[in-house]
């Protein structure tokens, strides 16, 4: 399908699951060359060469993105395969639940590190290549989505530091959209709400069974797919259009 993303290429972070994978696959059916990022490289081949087979164009990037020099060669090689990075989508995350009191302190690491930090890594080493998107790509524009979460508009009690790190992500997205939007990149926010995806099987068993089975089991959730749909409504507007802001929910949560 020629849309216009043809010609562009594309880096999504967390791709071998969930919305991420969704994301690529869709983003790929638009047009755009894919550079597929996370730590499974058998899931991110078996995706690689799924888009492939359907016509799209994909590369494989197995990377940590906590790891500041794994996230700029990942970046640095999509450049390299490519020739040029036109859209970033930061999507990688971890979300572990539970009280703040208590808490296993590695827990809040390990989130920090993804969604805050590994955000900033490529984010980073992305923007110079954005920044030259902007002024001589074929659409002479360039796209930073970052997934944020409906927890990062609304705080619940047991959520605390992924409340921190996702209003954290919002912040500095409006930041980062002042900075450059008048060199056209257009930098912006997808919140979704209850997707269903791995997120919710990395926390303990005791976490899963009070605060995420439920959910999951009174709600009909929304789809990977439903998520792709908004990064692609957002990185396929046209040049003066900005979306800094799309929140995307299941019609029954509340
Ligand atoms: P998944 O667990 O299915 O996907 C998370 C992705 O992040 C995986 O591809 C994982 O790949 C990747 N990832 C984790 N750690 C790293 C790392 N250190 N380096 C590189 N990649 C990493 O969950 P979702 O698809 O649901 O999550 C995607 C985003 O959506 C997250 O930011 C999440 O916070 C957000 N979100 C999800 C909601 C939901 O209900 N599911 C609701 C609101 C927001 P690998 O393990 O192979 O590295």
Redesign the pocket.
């Known amino acids: 399908m020629a849309t216009r993303l043809t010609g562009t290429v594309a880096l999504v ?9 969704a994301t690529a696959r869709r983003l790929a059916e638009h047009g755009a060359s894919v550079a597929l ?4 490289e058998d ?2 081949d078996d995706l690689a060469a799924e888009i492939g087979k359907a016509g799209g164009t994909a590369l494989a990037v197995a ?4 790891d500041r020099d794994r996230a700029e060669a990942a970046v640095r090689g999509t450049v390299e395969h490519f020739g040029r990075l036109d859209i970033l989508v930061n ?5 572990l639940l539970g009280p703040v009191v208590g808490a296993d302190a590695e827990d809040w690491e390990r989130m920090l ?3 805050v930090r ?1 955000l900033l890594h490529t984010t980073h080493a992305a923007l110079p290549h954005l920044l030259a998107a902007a002024e001589e790509g074929p659409r002479r524009v360039a796209d930073i989505v970052n ?5 990062g508009r609304v705080a619940w009690n047991g959520y605390g530091v ?1 409340n921190l790190t ?1 209003f954290g992500v919002n912040g500095f997205t409006e930041s980062l959209r002042q900075e450059v939007t008048r060199r056209h990149v257009r930098v912006g926010v997808l ?12 926390n303990k068993p005791g976490i899963q069974d009070a605060m995420i089975t439920p959910f999951y089991e009174s709600t009909e ?2 789809s ?1 797919e439903d ?1 792709a749909d908004g990064v692609a409504y957002m990185v396929t507007r046209p040049r003066h259009a900005s979306v800094g802001e799309l929140w995307i929910m299941p019609t029954d949560q509340v």
Not at 91 to 95: F, I, K, V
Request: charged letters at 15%; aromatic letters at 2%.
């Open positions: 972070t967390g791709a071998s699951s969930g919305i991420g994978a990022v996370a730590r499974r899931r991110l990377a940590d993105i906590t999507n990688a995350g971890l979300m590190a993804v969604n590994g997934i944020s979460s409906i927890a992924y996702k919140e979704p709400g209850g997707v269903d995806t791995e997120l919710g099987s990395h959730v929304l990977p998520i």
